[in-house]
């Protein structure tokens, strides 16, 4: 699964870190999204969608 | 920015990770206490016996609390790592006890006492490179 947290997260010059405290999951887990090497759960897409405002399909896609 | 809950999640984990590592301790050490206990101090004790018993049961009780809580703790992606490594475990343990009996019921190898403690340990094993397996592929 493809996503924009990397462009989402630089454009608020936000660290992996930061956006991983403000989501409480591990840095790991914000770089393993990053990456398309993790989908997160519906809950954790909520949780993103939510922080930056926009639709879970404005920031994940297939 | 809001910091605290990363400090929060890691500060979790630590404390969660120190608890698990404690109570392991513990668990073994109670093991190895009852165990030396019972054969060269209080061979015919059945008082010390039951003493005994209920300290290393408590301490595996311990052990398998902070366990669940170490799990419940972690990150979505930690649990999904975790859960792999240990149905890997599960999977080679169940692979090698039958395939153990077979050879035991054919008379080629004799499973003795002494091979639990070796089977632990290949479980651990097993357990560590499927957590390691896990983590390089999420990162």
Same mark, same amino acid.
């Given at each position: 699964?493809? $996503? ?20 409480? &999951? ?37 | 920015?809001?910091?605290?809950? $990363? ?12 608890? =698990? ?13 009852? =165990?030396?206990a019972l054969k060269f101090w209080w061979p015919q004790s059945i008082a010390m016996l039951s003493i005994l018993i209920l300290v290393h049961l408590s301490c595996a009780l311990g052990a398998l609390k902070a366990h669940q809580v170490w799990l419940k703790g972690l990150d979505e992606l930690q649990q999904q790592i975790q859960l792999h490594s240990m149905a890997f475990t599960l999977g080679l343990t ?26 632990? &340990? &290949?479980?651990?094993? =097993? ?13």
């Amino acid at each position: 699964m493809k $996503s924009k947290l990397k462009v989402l997260r630089a454009e608020r010059d936000w660290t992996q870190a930061d956006l991983a405290a403000q989501l409480d &999951v591990s840095r790991q887990t914000i770089n393993a999204i990053e990456k398309g090497k993790y989908d997160p759960s519906l809950s954790l897409a909520f949780k993103v969608a939510k922080l930056f405002s926009l639709k879970i399909e404005d920031i994940f896609e297939n | 920015m809001k910091t605290m809950k $990363s400090e929060n999640y890691a500060q979790r984990n630590c404390k969660n990770t120190r608890s =698990v590592l404690l109570w392991s301790f513990l668990w073994g050490f109670s093991l190895l206490v009852a =165990v030396f206990a019972l054969k060269f101090w209080w061979p015919q004790s059945i008082a010390m016996l039951s003493i005994l018993i209920l300290v290393h049961l408590s301490c595996a009780l311990g052990a398998l609390k902070a366990h669940q809580v170490w799990l419940k703790g972690l990150d979505e992606l930690q649990q999904q790592i975790q859960l792999h490594s240990m149905a890997f475990t599960l999977g080679l343990t169940w692979i090698a006890i039958t395939f153990l009996m077979l050879l035991s019921s054919t008379g080629i190898f004799e499973i003795g006492q002494f091979h639990l403690p070796i089977l632990a &340990v &290949v479980m651990a094993v =097993v357990g560590a490179v499927g957590n390691l397996v896990g983590m390089r592929k999420a990162s």
